[in-house]
């Protein structure tokens, strides 16, 4: 069936509830079950009106809002297929999946997105129309309407297109770490198959009682997938629009599940031991105990044990003394956290195991329709990605390669036959590119990207991923990546975190003038020196670090050096710094 037909079941069954929530100006709203409905209909026979029919692509370049996921529910209700396009994304980039994808409609969020879209609109041989979400945004009439004024008057009378499992629901483009985008063919099946995994994987009880914070693009699949699932479920899903405003956003909407990517969970995790590190050693003592009590509480509970009184009158303490600090900072109320995009070091995922928040480390790719291993809440191994989800079937190829078969993988690359056929093994299998291991319990454990993989001159092998986590962990490094691949020795690519180094400078003696000067003063190379030694000690001689730069400002989306989801695009990197890099060898 079309997946979007819990907009049907679910207005009946919690008919003024509220569906979705959103910040207007500083006080946050939400949609009820019915006017969500009402408003993807009408949303639907707009589009209709403008003679989009089913299989026609309708892309979203806008960053999270109610209005995002109104305007995705309307185009797969009518059979529509939704090209989302990252709210980062240049105008070239934007134009090439517009383009790609044939795209008639497309809706914008902000006056760039909107000006970028009215140029490529002049030139376009498919692109017909543009809808602006907010009226925040300039306009010129031309080919322009408000969403508001768009689905002003038309009816909310719509029945949801009949779709089968084959039926397209999506394309979306991969941001990548290296290469032009590919745009993924997802369907109604791929979906409401992955759905139906989570809820038979994870049992949740009392789902619908829940609140899920949107904070990743809903133009990755990890977060719109989650949020389709949430809304599919009865969830309330809260949109939040601009990512820097997280640390407010907790605290107001009180989620109890959010999806984040491990840079999220480094940062808390690295802030945390560093307030312990520069308190009392009273503080410090009682803060190793709360540790203590809560790790042998999180490991009886994994491994599905019983808990005896003086353990939970101890972890009560813990709680009022150390851990509902941190958790008032994450709203108080967080239980549930999927993690995905890249590995996560357990200390981290023990760490918030300790204070009762169970973050769900998972592992898949937008070709899978994401999840394809997660964390159970019982028996799961910290330093994995967990077990196979639904149907999945997992195997590991050669050069260590993870295969896997199941009824979430992509359907293909649009209009790239060629390049879907290589990622398929002649049976059937398909090749994640990620290289990992299987243990005797079904866990599986990432090693490393192949194409990450790196191979000295000296013929030695080295695995960045692992290495690169240690180092974000630490407070004081906020980016890193690692080169090695056909040189003598392993070097690092450093970008400092400017905002702890700055507390930091004082106890140097140092000024600051300019980053850029900052980061070349001896002293400063000797901290980060002293810190990498430490932190890669126990690692073999050709794997460790030799000699590493620092960067006097941070890597950015906007810049082509990171991808939405953060993850260093290597290959962009190498070419723009190359002349640095050169010189550390």
């Known amino acids: 069936m079309n997946l979007t037909e819990f907009l049907n079941i679910n207005s009946d069954k919690y008919l003024k509830n509220p569906a979705i929530g959103f910040k207007k100006r500083d006080d946050w709203e939400t949609i009820s079950w019915l006017k969500l409905r009402t408003l993807v209909f009408k949303t639907a026979n707009a589009l209709r009106k403008s003679e989009i029919c089913a299989g026609d692509k309708v892309a979203i370049y806008a960053d999270n809002s109610a209005e995002w996921i109104i305007f995705d529910l309307a185009i797969l209700s009518m059979g529509a297929v939704t090209v989302p396009i990252y709210s980062t994304n240049n105008k070239e980039q934007a134009a090439y999946i517009l383009e790609n994808s044939e795209t008639k409609i497309v809706l914008v969020g902000n006056q760039q997105q909107y000006d970028d879209c009215l140029e490529i609109l002049q ?3 498919s692109l017909k129309e543009i809808i602006v979400a907010k009226k925040a945004v300039w306009i010129k009439q031309d080919r322009s309407a408000f969403l508001e ?35 993924v063919m997802l369907s109604h099946g791929n979906f409401l198959k992955t759905f139906q995994a989570h809820t038979d994987f994870f049992k949740f009880e009392n789902f619908d009682r829940q609140k899920s914070l949107a904070f990743l693009p809903l133009s990755h699949i990890f977060e719109h997938c989650w949020t389709l ?11 939040l629009e601009n990512t820097k405003l ?10 109890t599940f959010m999806c984040a990517v491990p840079r999220f969970y480094q940062k808390i995790y690295a802030g945390v031991n560093q307030t312990i590190d520069q308190g009392s050693e009273s503080k410090k003592k009682v803060f190793k105990w709360a540790i203590k009590v809560g790790t042998e509480i999180s490991e009886l509970k994994r491994q599905d044990k019983s808990v005896s009184l003086g353990l939970i009158f101890k972890n009560y303490f813990a709680n009022k003394l150390v851990f509902n600090k941190i958790k008032k900072k994450l709203g108080g109320e967080l239980w549930f956290m999927p993690c995905g995009g890249a590995s996560l070091s357990e200390d981290i995922t023990r760490f918030f195991d300790a204070m009762g928040i169970h973050i769900t480390v998972g ?17 799961y191994r910290h330093g994995t990605a967990g077990k196979s989800i639904g149907d999945v079937e997992i195997k590991i190829g050669e050069n260590d390669e993870i295969l896997v078969k199941g009824s979430s993988i992509m359907q293909g690359y649009y209009k790239l036959p060629k390049e879907t056929a290589e990622v398929f093994t002649e049976d059937g299998w398909f090749k994640t590119g990620d290289a990992g291991e299987i243990d005797n319990e079904g866990n599986l454990k ?6 990450d993989l790196m191979k000295t001159s000296n013929g030695k092998y080295i695995a960045p991923q692992p290495m690169e986590n240690a180092l974000s962990n630490d407070a004081f490094i906020d980016q890193v990546m690692l080169i090695a691949e056909g040189k003598s020795f392993v070097t690092a690519v450093i970008v400092p975190d400017f905002e702890n180094l700055e507390k930091e400078l004082p106890k140097l003696n140092i000024n600051l003038d300019s980053w850029e000067n900052v980061v070349k003063l ?22 460790k670090i030799k000699k590493f730069i620092l960067m006097p400002e941070a890597f950015e989306i906007s810049a082509g050096e990171i991808t ?13 710094y190359h002349d640095l890099i050169e010189e550390m060898y």
């Open 149 to 183: 004024d768009y689905i002003a008057k038309v009816s909310d009378e719509f029945e949801i297109v009949e779709r089968n499992d084959e039926d397209l629901a999506t394309i979306i483009y991969t941001s990548g770490t290296t290469g032009v985008p590919k745009g």
């Open 229 to 239: 699932y949430c809304l599919q479920s009865g969830v309330k899903v809260y949109f």
């Open 246 to 255: 997280i640390a407010n956003a907790l605290v107001e909407v009180k989620p």
């Open 446 to 451: 990432i090693t490393d990207r192949i194409k």
């Open 363 to 379: 592992y898949g790719l937008t070709e899978t329709t994401a999840t394809l291993t997660a964390f159970p809440f019982k028996n």
């Open 564 to 576: 939405p989801t953060l993850k260093i695009k290597r290959n962009v990197v190498l070419k723009k």
């Open 522 to 543: 001896p002293a400063i190379h000797k901290f980060y020196e002293n810190k990498i030694s430490e932190i890669q000690k126990s690692i073999s001689s050709f794997e």
């Open 123 to 125: 030139e376009s041989q």
